[in-house]
């Protein structure tokens, strides 16, 4: 059984900095790619970074771009969001997902496997 478990959630200042992590198991994703979605109140859940798992090549929301950085350790079965420069407007429900394809994009059909979100507040 597949299971994504994300921690690293909390309230932090506008400017601040936080790193989510996602611990994967159940399976090997080392074929596939990882990705970060996030949904705010409100909102529909939007893509935020993805991962391919083989050669670590990332994509981003253009939101995001030059503030978030996705990584992955192969040891460990896990995917980090390193989140830097957070505005009140990144405040969401950040959520893990995993997919089977290798170019899975941006939208959550691509996505196969998800955990259960982890909440991210920034305060202005």
């Known amino acids: 059984q597949v299971q994504l478990v994300e921690s690293g959630g909390g309230l932090v200042q506008a400017g601040g900095s936080l790193r989510l992590s996602c611990a994967a198991s159940g399976r090997s994703f080392s074929s596939y790619a990882m990705g970060w979605f996030r949904q705010a109140p409100g909102k529909e859940r939007e893509f935020v970074a993805r991962i391919r798992w083989s050669d670590g090549r990332t994509y981003y929301a253009d939101s995001v771009k030059g503030r978030f950085t996705i990584s992955r350790d192969n040891f460990k079965n896990t995917v980090y969001l390193q989140m830097n420069s957070l505005k009140p407007e990144d405040t969401a429900v950040y959520y893990c997902?995993?997919?089977?394809?290798?170019?899975?994009?941006?939208?959550?059909?691509?996505?196969?496997?998800w955990g259960q979100g982890t909440q991210v507040t920034v305060s202005s």
């Open positions: 997902a995993a997919s089977l394809q290798a170019v899975p994009g941006s939208a959550e059909y691509g996505y196969h496997y």
